[in-house]
């Protein structure tokens, strides 16, 4: 409860400092700080009811601050909320495996996954290093595909393997034409990565048919569609709102895939 009250004192101290520049801000800022107070909000309603425990909430407000820093340009902020989402929600998974007491590799895979997304979004962070960012998530992917694959075997839907796979080759080929020479295939070579984990992922409900797996499966989903926004972003077309929404389905995904995945029983 201690936690809880100064989660609402920091609240209060967001909301007056927001009040404060109100009038100089343009709209869509103001749209993006409202946006994350309400996250913030939501976050904090959720822990004083026991809904979400203390790193819960910390991610959920650090995801917020993160893109909202990023939106607005506030670079420096960025660099210290954009590895601070990704930090937390690894403690949040190293907790919940001793708690859990589980044992095997299913965690020691799913914090690989997170550290590799946390080196990937570093990488993203600083021009000239998008290579480096690449690979990291790729490989990322890879221990997300190897941890989905515990107790339900290799692709376990044929449907959704053909389903994913024809998604990344329509999302591949709408990008041909504007993606660098050099690019072409290691990018190529990405979409069918995050087209596998996604078919795992989503084979996996069908055989463990529980709203864990789906959630998960979902949030797999959401970081599909978080590189497709990155790479048309980047390499097609400029998106309005890019950084909101890049991120915000970015964090949608790893924490879903953080908070609900678990070793089948």
Known sequence: MCFAGLQFLALLGG????????????????????????????????LMQGRI?????????????AIATSAAGLVELRHVFKPLTILIAMLFVAKSAR???????????????????????????????????LVSFMVAHLFYIVLFRQGVGWFPSRPALMATLAVGVLVYAALWASL????????????????LMVAQALGRVTVLRDKASL??????????????????NRFAIA?????????STYYTAQILMERHARPPA
Not at 180 to 195: E, K, S
Not at 239 to 247: C, G, I
């Open 180 to 195: 660098p020479p050099a690019l072409r295939g290691p990018l190529g070579a990405y979409m069918v990565v995050i087209a």
């Open 15 to 46: 909301a007056a400092i927001f009040l404060w520049f109100a009038d100089d801000l343009p709209l869509a800022q103001s749209a993006l700080w409202v946006g994350t107070l309400t996250a913030a909000m939501w976050a904090t309603d959720a």
């Open 215 to 232: 959630w998960v499966a979902m949030g797999a989903c959401f970081f599909m569609l978080s590189d497709t926004l990155l790479a048309t």
């Open 53 to 65: 425990g203390m790193l819960e909430a910390l991610m959920v407000e650090a995801a917020a601050l």
């Open 239 to 247: 998106l309005p709102m890019a950084q909101t929404l890049v991120l």
């Open 99 to 133: 708690f859990t007491g589980a044992r095997g590799n299913f965690f020691t895979f799913l914090l690989a996954a997170l550290a590799c997304s946390l080196a990937g979004d570093v990488f993203l962070m600083f021009p000239g290093h998008f290579m480096a960012g």
